[in-house]
């Protein structure tokens, strides 16, 4: 047979599946997370029973912890001291420990995450709680297993006689599961345990009269009762920490905000330098420094404020940005008989009671066997001093020790066990006193054999031992509540003016879509002409908005979404500067076109409507407080046809007439209160009746009869007509002529199509643009007043083979 014929052919999907298998079943089995019973992984368990069994307790001095990472790396963790020492470390760290299971000595680490001194520079020993982990462990309580080179014997579980998982809490990731157990208040979870035990169907909100939810070593507020709830009772659930703040009043008419506490897990460090970075970039105004004053009197963070700054709205804006305020999702995994299950407050203290239970039992069963063999000997000691001289004359007439056992044995009836004891009787106890001791002491002995007994048969008396032992526990290692808790979850608002300081500000949008902001020293210093904008070649500014920073802008695109951008966010350039794409500000898709800039001060403002007129003649009317968002994204305006687009969108009042002008030379106006106020995705309804391929090119906000409608043609031929000339028509008709184009071959054209049409009551500066990019400018008053239906004056020279392609009123 060759070589190559002893191999099987392997699958690599099978091998690495049952590798990733036996490698998750480690990790979540013996690595990452903890034991419902004890509440501990087996590296800080082995921590523990390594530092007992080595005599490292609380009563003796302290032990270098160089020497208690290798006990535990060479009897029981064949892995790195690193991990080892990482988790004696945070066993000995009260600010992420609700009760300390190592008292340290030296260098252990600072909340500000400063790493702890190499474990050849601290020291370590059991703290006073720690032996409640262990109480009773020698008396066969708990499963003992072989250690990895089965030179010695390591516990499965440790006896845990408070429930550590849900005082000290967990935190871990392994393959498919994770956990965050937060830590509890010892005398609330030890008095919910009993409430278990003395009524095993209590139900969860009576458990919650005992437990109020979690107790953090930091402190600060718990808010979300409902989250503390839901997580109780399906082991998930959100909760929000806060910092303990206080906003007091210093000298000179200035405040400061003073953090006394901070959230579990949050680093005081991070969160001080998060803090001092809003100031120095001038995130929010009115900080004046930013100080770390912790010592030996506890944690304290000041913000100094400026002098009127507004500290709530300042307070309301780090709670928002920094880790003053964090949420904690629990996730409360543990190993309930070998296997990972996600548990509720009442099952994870159901499992901690059985445990008791088993410990106290096998307690029992091993002091019960301990004082019946004491209580054998004691008896067979009294036999023996009542007939003392038989026994010694037996004694001496005996060869050697055990023909005396022996003669012993088959003289008097003593067992084994009790004729040993006899012949090991010093001489002293055949006084009258050590008799009588020895009565007294199997008299005591049968006492405690009786109540072991009565513990072992009956259940009421066994939960009596457990609640007494949880109860002396409580009463000597209990503290005081350190986070308070609110049943409500409290909402951040900030204030836009806590954020940007109030400043009047220009913002230009050019053709091409570059957006601009500039202060107006800026547009002084550059000569304060609106001409003088910087612009790309080809490009020109379409509109100029003097606007405050804290208005926010409403930008339409002709596909029928919008943006709300707040000016603030703007990027601010020089006067000078093109400033940048709009594109980098807000995700404007390629293919829009922004069809209006609106400035928005207050949506709540009263009568306040915004009106959308299509290239198709819809025409919508939505009250502008609908067009409130938080969100960043585009939003839908309004409905829109396949064929359809967004020409141009107004705020309005209501109170005017609308009038819309066609491609073609159509116009008609009608009263805006016709359109009724729709919702803001609605697609409006019709303005105008259009032929098949005309289109409305302007729509003009007018009232009375006051002023002239200018109409300007591809080929710059432009008039105005009078106002009074258009009377109002009801809506969605075919609205009457307001320009006449010339036909013929030997007519000089004027035009094929209108490309504007504006409501002018004094004279106005125009700007239009032809295919090139080319701009010229004309006045109002170069359009001849004439009729509907005449046929224009050219104001603007166009070449042959070219054609104007916008005109708007000159910023």
């Known amino acids: 047979m060759s070589l190559l014929e002893n191999f099987l052919p392997a699958y690599l999907e099978e091998v690495v599946g049952d590798r990733f298998g036996r490698y998750s079943k480690y990790i979540i089995q013996d690595r990452a997370i903890p034991d419902v019973r004890d509440g501990l992984k087996p590296v800080q368990r082995r921590i523990l029973y390594a530092m007992y069994d080595s005599g490292n307790t609380p009563d003796k001095p302290y032990r270098k912890s160089a020497k208690t990472v ?185 405040e400061q905000i003073v953090i006394t506490e901070i959230p579990y897990q949050v680093v005081k460090s991070r969160l001080v330098t998060a803090m001092e970075n809003i100031r120095l970039e001038k995130k929010v105004e009115g900080i004046a420094e930013v100080r770390d004053e912790s010592g030996r009197d506890g944690l304290r963070i000041v913000v100094e404020l400026k002098k009127d700054a507004d500290s709530e709205g300042i307070l309301a804006y780090l709670l928002k940005k920094t880790d003053l305020q964090v949420a904690y999702n629990f996730n409360m995994v543990a190993i309930v008989n070998k296997a990972p299950q996600q548990l509720g407050l009442k099952p994870i203290l159901e499992a901690y009671i059985a445990h008791q239970r088993e410990v106290v039992t096998h307690r029992t069963q091993y002091d019960l066997e301990k004082a019946e063999d004491r209580a054998h000997v004691l008896e067979g000691l009294v036999k023996a001093l009542n007939i003392l001289d038989e026994v010694i004359a037996a004694i001496k007439a005996s060869k050697n020790r055990q023909d005396a056992q022996n003669n012993l044995q088959w003289m008097f009836g003593f067992t084994e066990r009790q004729a040993d004891s006899i012949l090991t009787l010093q001489l002293y106890r055949l006084t009258n006193l050590e008799i009588t001791s020895l009565e007294k002491e199997l008299d005591e002995v049968q006492k405690k054999i009786a109540n072991l007994r009565g513990i072992l048969e009956s259940d009421k008396k066994l939960v009596s031992v457990i609640r007494k032992e949880l109860t002396e526990i409580k009463e000597k290692y209990g503290i005081n509540r350190r986070s308070s808790i609110q049943s409500k979850v409290e909402e951040i608002k900030v204030n836009l003016e806590v954020m940007v300081t109030a400043e009047d500000v220009m913002v230009t949008l050019s053709n091409e879509g570059y957006i601009k902001r500039t202060s107006m020293l800026s547009f002084t210093r550059s000569g ?21 920073t804290l208005d926010n ?178 809506r969605s008709g075919k609205g009457m002529l307001t320009f006449e184009f010339k036909e013929g071959k030997r007519v000089r054209p004027n035009g094929s199509r209108l490309i504007g049409a504006f409501h002018t009551k004094e004279e106005v500066a125009f700007t239009a643009a032809n295919k090139q990019g080319e701009l010229f400018t004309f006045t109002s008053e170069q359009a001849p007043i004439s009729d509907r239906k005449s046929t224009g004056k050219q104001v603007v020279p166009v070449d042959k083979n070219d054609e104007l392609v916008a005109v708007f009123v000159k910023p």
């Open 70 to 254: 290798g006990d535990v790396m060479g009897n029981y963790h064949p892995h790195g001291d690193s991990s080892i020492y990482d988790g004696m470390v945070r066993m000995a760290q009260p600010w992420k420990m609700g009760h300390v299971l190592i008292d340290g000595h030296g260098n252990w680490g600072s909340i500000d995450d400063d790493p702890a001194a190499a474990m050849r520079y601290t020291e370590a020993r059991l703290s006073p709680i720690a032996m409640e982990m262990l109480r009773d462990i020698e008396k066969r309580t708990v499963l003992f297993k072989d250690n990895f080179d089965n030179t010695t014997k390591e516990p499965v579980v440790l006896p845990s006689r408070y429930p550590n998982l849900l005082v000290n809490g967990s935190s871990g990731i392994s393959a498919g599961f994770a956990t965050e157990i937060p830590p509890h208040n010892l005398r609330e979870v030890i008095d919910a345990a009993i409430a278990v035990m003395e009524k095993p169907d209590i139900t969860l909100d009576e458990l919650m009269y005992f437990v109020k939810g979690p107790d953090f070593p930091t402190g600060g507020l718990i808010m979300g009762e409902e989250g503390i709830r839901e997580a109780y009772r399906t082991g998930k659930g959100r909760i929000y920490l806060r910092a303990k703040v206080e906003i007091e009043s210093v000298r000179g008419g200035k």
């Open 528 to 548: 304060g002409e609106r001409e003088g904008s910087g612009v790309k070649e080809g490009d020109y500014i379409r509109s100029i908005l003097e606007v405050n």
């Open 553 to 730: 802008l409403l930008i339409f695109t002709n596909r029928g979404q919008y943006f709300l951008l707040p000016v603030h966010q703007v990027p601010e350039f020089k006067w000078k500067d093109n400033g940048t794409a709009l594109v980098n500000v807000i995700p404007v898709a390629k293919e829009d076109t922004i069809v209006s800039v609106i400035p928005v001060k207050n949506f709540d403002e009263a009568g306040q409507s915004l009106v959308f007129v299509t290239k198709r003649g819809q025409v919508k009317r939505t009250e502008l407080k609908d067009y409130e968002t938080n969100r960043s994204s585009a939003v839908a305006a309004m409905k829109l046809a396949a064929d359809d687009e967004v020409l141009t969108v107004k705020v309005s009042n209501s109170s005017k007439d609308i009038m819309l002008v066609t491609k073609y030379g159509m116009a008609i106006r009608f009263k805006e209160q016709e359109v009724n106020s729709m919702g803001r995705v609605s697609g409006g309804v019709r303005g105008i009746q259009l032929k098949d391929d005309d289109e409305v090119v302007s729509a003009l906000w007018v009232e009375d009869e006051e002023g002239e409608i200018l109409t300007i043609t591809d080929l710059g031929y432009a008039k105005r007509s009078l106002l009074l000339d258009y009377p109002t028509q009801s």
